[in-house]
């Protein structure tokens, strides 16, 4: 019997060049390999219509997001309301197939409750009034504080709203307990995310610096690479790369007052997967407990060591794949214990059992279409 079902996208998913692309991406092409019949749905706003989406995809429509003040709603979350759109609701409704939310964003016609008789899930991309409750903190412009805090406090509501109105699909353990405990959600599932790699890809050996990467633009990471400049190797001197996206002009000098830290700004996609390989550490502290990173997982499957603080790594699974430090003393004391030891064939292994054990594509791919069916 044929599986058809609809995905409604964000964003469009390809270029697969940011976490939530990513897991779109590989996610599609995953239930595509075993037989789903995908109609796909995207709000595009600017990354252009997409011919490579439609060698996976029985059909692929695009849908209008209304920017600015336009998509504003005093009741509803920006980045849900702005994606209110009739069309998608009438496709929507042409058939009785099932349907998977990614992400909050996109489900305003769940929370109407005009799709009330389907069979529903919704792929949480984070918990986001907690992802947005970070924005606020780490922001320094005051305008975009009040704006992350406003949206944060009608996201919590909001969420609080959709939590058993279908099933949740969660990227870690962590936000699995999150929304049984804020949401008293009684329909909270573990799916594991959707990578691009079939085994691990890690170079055995030495490396020959430590590497920090993400996108500098976004005010978390840019926080992150701070931290690590001021508070560890500020008297840890072991060479270290900050590497990523558009990074502020305050961030760049900070990187390149010390001799042995150095910053590479807006690396091609082949340049950092040259430096997540050849480094000997990958070194991750985040300040944010949303979701899962694609910085991490590209970082275990990719990448020598790991270095991470429990907030990038907790309940994802991963964790034994990482050395997970709570401080700033803690990741200097285990830099100078990894920095000199070689990545052998026992650590490729473990990830190996990772990879066919909870981030298999194939595996989550058919435990979803039984969850679907």
């Known amino acids: 019997m044929e599986k058809h079902l609809h995905i409604i996208c964000l964003d469009v998913p390809y270029p697969a060049d940011y976490g939530g692309a990513f897991e779109m991406l590989y996610k599609i092409k995953a ?32 849908y209008d997001r209304m920017k600015g003040h336009k998509g504003l709603s005093m009741q509803l979350p920006y980045i849900v309301s702005s994606r209110a759109n009739p069309q998608l609701l009438a496709n929507l409704r042409k058939d009785n197939y099932p349907i998977l939310f ?38 320094r412009s005051i305008w975009k504080k009040i704006y992350y805090l406003n949206e ?10 959709i939590a058993n109105k279908a099933a949740i699909l969660a990227l870690s353990e962590k936000e699995v307990k999150q929304y049984q405990q804020e949401f008293r959600a009684k329909d909270v ?18 490396g020959s610096f430590c590497l920090y990467h993400g996108n500098l633009s976004v005010a978390e990471n840019e926080k992150a690479a701070t931290w690590l ?23 760049e000098k900070l990187a390149h007052s010390q001799q042995h830290t150095c910053l590479v700004s807006n690396p091609s996609e082949k340049e950092m997967q040259d430096l997540i390989q050849k480094a000997q550490i990958n070194i991750l ?38 050395h997970i430090a709570g401080n700033a003393d803690a990741f200097k004391s285990i830099l100078l214990q990894l920095y000199r030891k070689p990545f052998d064939e026992d650590e490729i292994r473990l990830r190996e059992n990772l990879l066919h054990h909870h981030y298999n594509n194939q595996e989550n791919a058919r435990q979803l279409i039984t969850w679907i069916s």
């Open 31 to 62: 239930l595509h390999a075993e037989g789903v019949r995908i109609h796909l749905h995207c709000f595009e706003y600017g990354r252009g219509k997409q011919e490579a989406l439609n060698r996976f995809c029985e059909e692929v429509l695009y």
């Open 285 to 322: 502290p985040s300040f944010s407990e949303s979701g899962i990173k694609f910085k991490l997982l590209n970082s275990v499957f990719c990448g020598r060591h790991a270095l991470v603080n429990d907030s990038m790594a907790g309940g994802t699974h991963l964790e034994p794949a990482c």
């Open 229 to 251: 400049l001021e508070k560890v190797f500020n008297d840890v001197t072991l060479p270290l790369v900050i590497a990523g996206k558009n990074p502020s002009a305050k961030l």
């Open 189 to 206: 599932r573990f799916l594991p995310s959707f990578i691009g790699w079939d085994f691990p890809i890690c170079k055995e050996g030495i």
């Open 152 to 161: 944060s406090r009608l996201l919590r509501r909001y969420e609080k709203g």
């Open 102 to 139: 990614e992400g909050i964003h996109t489900t305003f016609y769940l929370h109407t409750g005009e799709l009330a008789h389907r069979t529903m899930f919704v792929r949480l991309h984070n918990v986001e009034h907690h992802y947005y409750a970070q924005l606020a903190k780490n922001t």
